[in-house]
C-alpha cells in the first residue's frame, strides 16, 4: 500500500458516510524515516474512522445549534492563521534584542513594584568531606577576599568539595542553601543581619556560609535578579506596538487602495 504508484495516490482507503479517506492523505501524514509503516498506517485508519463516526453523530445530534458551533470554528481558525501569520512576521522582522538602558530605565520607573519575597544574599557556600586533606586551608580562607586565595579554594574545592559556589558577585536565594545545612535556619533574617562567616557539621561533612551581602524579604529587589523579567515585559511590549503598526498600516493601504466598503 505504501509503496504505490503516483497514479494510485488518490485510490480509496476508507470511508465512513460520505466522508472518505484517500490514499494521498495518508501518505501525508506518514513521518520521514519512520520504520514501522504498518502499525502507523493501521492506527491512523482506525482512529480516522473513530473521529468521524464521532464527527458524524456530533453533526446530527448538534443540528439546532450548528450554526453555533460553525461560527466558533470559523472565530478559532481564523484566530489560529492570524496567531501563526503574526508571530511569522515577529520571527522575521521584529528586533528582538532590549538594551540595557531600557532595563535599567524601566527598572528605575517601576522600582516600587520591585519587592523580594524572599531572602537573599551574595557568598560561599561550600560542604567538604570532614576527612579531606588539609581542611584546615578552608577554615582560613573560605572568607577570603585575595584574588590569589580565592583561586587556590577554588582548586581545592574542585579536587575534594561535595558541592561548592564560591563566586561573591551574583545573588542567591539563602533558601537554596539553608534546605541543605545539617540543620534548617528558621530565621533567616536574623542569620543574615549576624552572620559574616560560619561553618556547621554532621557526621561526615563541614558546611561552610559566607555571607558578604544581604537582602531581606520586603527589601528591593536588586536589577541582577530582576533583569529577565523585565526584559520579557519589554519585548512583549514592543511585540504589541509591532503589531498594532501593523494592523493600522494594512488597515491604511486597504483604505487608500479602496479595498474597503462600508455601507
Same mark, same amino acid.
Given at each position: 500500500? $505504501?509503496?504505490?504508484?503516483?497514479?494510485?495516490?488518490?485510490? +480509496?482507503?476508507?470511508?465512513?458516510?460520505?466522508?472518505?479517506?484517500?490514499?494521498?492523505?495518508? $501518505?501525508?501524514?506518514?513521518?520521514?524515516?519512520?520504520?514501522?509503516?504498518?502499525?502507523?498506517?493501521?492506527?491512523?485508519?482506525?482512529?480516522?474512522?473513530?473521529?468521524? +463516526?464521532?464527527?458524524?453523530?456530533?453533526?446530527?445530534?448538534?443540528?439546532?445549534?450548528?450554526?453555533?458551533?460553525?461560527?466558533?470554528?470559523?472565530?478559532?481558525?481564523?484566530? $489560529?492563521?492570524?496567531?501563526?501569520?503574526?508571530?511569522? +512576521?515577529?520571527?522575521?522582522? +521584529?528586533?528582538?534584542? &532590549?538594551?540595557?538602558?531600557?532595563?535599567?530605565?524601566?527598572?528605575?520607573?517601576?522600582?516600587?513594584?520591585?519587592?523580594?519575597?524572599?531572602?537573599?544574599?551574595?557568598?560561599?557556600?561550600?560542604? &567538604?568531606?570532614?576527612?579531606?586533606?588539609?581542611?584546615?586551608?578552608?577554615?582560613?580562607?573560605?572568607?577570603?577576599?585575595?584574588?590569589?586565595?580565592?583561586?587556590?579554594?577554588?582548586?581545592?574545592?574542585?579536587?575534594?568539595?561535595?558541592?561548592?559556589?564560591?563566586?561573591?558577585?551574583?545573588?542567591?536565594?539563602?533558601?537554596?542553601?539553608?534546605?541543605?545545612?545539617?540543620?534548617?535556619?528558621?530565621?533567616?533574617?536574623?542569620? $543574615?543581619?549576624?552572620?559574616?562567616?560560619?561553618?556547621?557539621?554532621?557526621?561526615?561533612?563541614?558546611?561552610?556560609?559566607?555571607?558578604?551581602?544581604?537582602?531581606?524579604?520586603?527589601?528591593?529587589?536588586?536589577?541582577?535578579?530582576?533583569?529577565?523579567?523585565?526584559?520579557?515585559?519589554?519585548?512583549?511590549?514592543?511585540?504589541?506596538?509591532?503589531?498594532?503598526?501593523?494592523?493600522?498600516?494594512?488597515?491604511?493601504?486597504?483604505?487608500?487602495?479602496?479595498?474597503?466598503? &462600508?455601507?
Amino acid at each position: 500500500m $505504501l509503496s504505490c504508484s503516483s497514479n494510485d495516490s488518490d485510490n +480509496l482507503i476508507a470511508s465512513v458516510n460520505e466522508k472518505v479517506l484517500l490514499r494521498s492523505e495518508l $501518505l501525508s501524514e506518514i513521518p520521514s524515516q519512520l520504520k514501522d509503516s504498518t502499525y502507523f498506517v493501521e492506527k491512523f485508519i482506525n482512529d480516522w474512522i473513530r473521529r468521524q +463516526l464521532l464527527l458524524s453523530h456530533a453533526e446530527i445530534n448538534l443540528s439546532v445549534d450548528l450554526v453555533k458551533y460553525e461560527k466558533q470554528v470559523e472565530d478559532y481558525r481564523a484566530s $489560529l492563521l492570524i496567531f501563526a501569520y503574526q508571530q511569522e +512576521l515577529i520571527n522575521q522582522n +521584529l528586533d528582538s534584542a &532590549i538594551s540595557f538602558s531600557d532595563i535599567n530605565d524601566y527598572y528605575d520607573s517601576y522600582i516600587s513594584e520591585f519587592d523580594l519575597s524572599n531572602n537573599i544574599f551574595k557568598g560561599r557556600f561550600i560542604i &567538604i568531606d570532614k576527612l579531606a586533606p588539609d581542611i584546615n586551608f578552608v577554615n582560613s580562607n573560605y572568607k577570603s577576599d585575595n584574588d590569589v586565595i580565592i583561586k587556590e579554594l577554588e582548586n581545592y574545592c574542585l579536587k575534594y568539595a561535595k558541592e561548592y559556589y564560591i563566586e561573591t558577585e551574583k545573588w542567591n536565594y539563602f533558601s537554596s542553601i539553608n534546605n541543605k545545612l545539617p540543620r534548617l535556619i528558621d530565621d533567616e533574617v536574623t542569620f $543574615l543581619i549576624n552572620t559574616d562567616g560560619v561553618f556547621f557539621e554532621d557526621a561526615n561533612y563541614r558546611y561552610y556560609v559566607y555571607i558578604d551581602e544581604y537582602r531581606v524579604k520586603g527589601d528591593t529587589s536588586p536589577l541582577a535578579l530582576e533583569l529577565d523579567k523585565i526584559k520579557d515585559v519589554l519585548l512583549n511590549k514592543k511585540k504589541v506596538n509591532y503589531l498594532k503598526e501593523l494592523e493600522e498600516d494594512l488597515y491604511e493601504i486597504a483604505l487608500s487602495k479602496k479595498k474597503i466598503n &462600508i455601507y
